[in-house]
């Protein structure tokens, strides 16, 4: 990351004078949506900002619509680290607010709003998948009349043959009355409504009731521990260095650190957090299995901690191969039986 020290790990004075620091624009604040202890956004244009501007992206964690029952592809609330609704505030690029309409059950009046605007959506798409089906029948009209023509002459003409064995086309072409107005008449009264089911239901972008509900300033306590102080100092100091950064979980770590956006790169590096004891008494076994873990998925295993004068400190450890060195044995082993 910057210098290395005499034990090999590294240091960095953490602080906002950092040269790497994203220029995030302090007009628009967007608002944290706090809920049981977690920070959500509501807005997709909040969610496009942070992604853009201050490099975070979050997680999402809502319901799809049309695909309730899964969980590859999720869409709004945006749920934020807690480390990244600190440092929102800290920075002034954002505030926590909670809503009192979301911590109870819905009202009623709510309810009726919700089945008005499903109805009124419903009843819009009937009106105009009726008048794109009329605009079809219109433009297929003359063909439609054109083959109820053809059927229509070879219906009398073998109507004509069975009776008295002669054709008739010039009689029978006149007997034809059929318009094209009779026929556009004709296949809008064929025309059903769409089915309730088959509606296109409407995503929003943003939550449709934001503005009516009440908004209150929410404190936001976070961290309180000594292990949560370490992480948002590691997490503030390397989204100053201009990495992005996500939940490392799934890897063992606390954090996944990225050179660029993570939805376009792979992440170099697994960071853990841990205190100045535990990184002390640290087992060796664990370094050894976090640092397979680390290789397996071509990551760098990093262990960051603080040090005596509040510094962030991180030591990376790399998990080598004896490939080579075993290849080299066995051809000294094959020459000496040669």
Known sequence: MDARDSS?????????????????????????????????????RDVWHLWLNCRMVGCLVGSLPRHPHQSCTLGLPLLLLPEEVTLLVEEGLGETVTYKEMEEKPSQTLKDIFSECRERCYREQVQEAAVQRREQVKR??????????????IKQKEKNEQVNGSETNGS?????????????????????????????????TRHPLLD????????????????ERVRYKVFRDLWHQGHYLTSGIKFGGNF???????????????????????????????LVAA????????????????????????????????????????INENDEEL
Not at 14 to 39: I, M, R
Not at 264 to 269: D, M, P, T, V
Request: aromatic share 8%.
């Open 8 to 44: 090999g790990s590294t240091t960095r004075e953490e602080g906002p004078s950092s040269p790497s620091k994203v220029a995030c624009s302090e007009t628009h604040k967007v608002q944290v949506a706090v809920n049981h202890g977690q920070g959500y956004l509501w807005d997709v």
């Open 212 to 227: 009516q509900l009440t908004t209150e300033h929410c404190p936001w306590h976070y961290p309180i521990t000594q292990e």
């Open 256 to 286: 996944l650190v990225y050179a660029g956006d993570p939805h376009l790169y792979h992440a170099h590096a697994i960071v853990r957090c841990v205190g100045e004891q535990q990184l002390r008494q640290g087992g060796e076994v664990d």
């Open 291 to 330: 640092a397979r873990v680390a290789a397996s998925t071509k990551k760098t295993f990093v262990l960051a901690s603080l040090d005596n004068n509040g510094r962030v400190q991180y030591r990376s450890y790399h998990w080598f191969e004896e490939k080579e060195e075993d290849e080299e044995e066995n």
């Open 140 to 153: 297929m009209a003359d063909k439609i009349l054109e083959g109820k023509r053809k059927k229509f002459l």
């Open 172 to 204: 029978v072409e006149e007997e034809f009355t059929l318009t094209r107005e009779d026929v556009i008449q004709e296949e809008e009264a064929k025309l059903q409504p769409l089915p309730q089911h088959l509606q296109i239901v409407e995503v929003f």
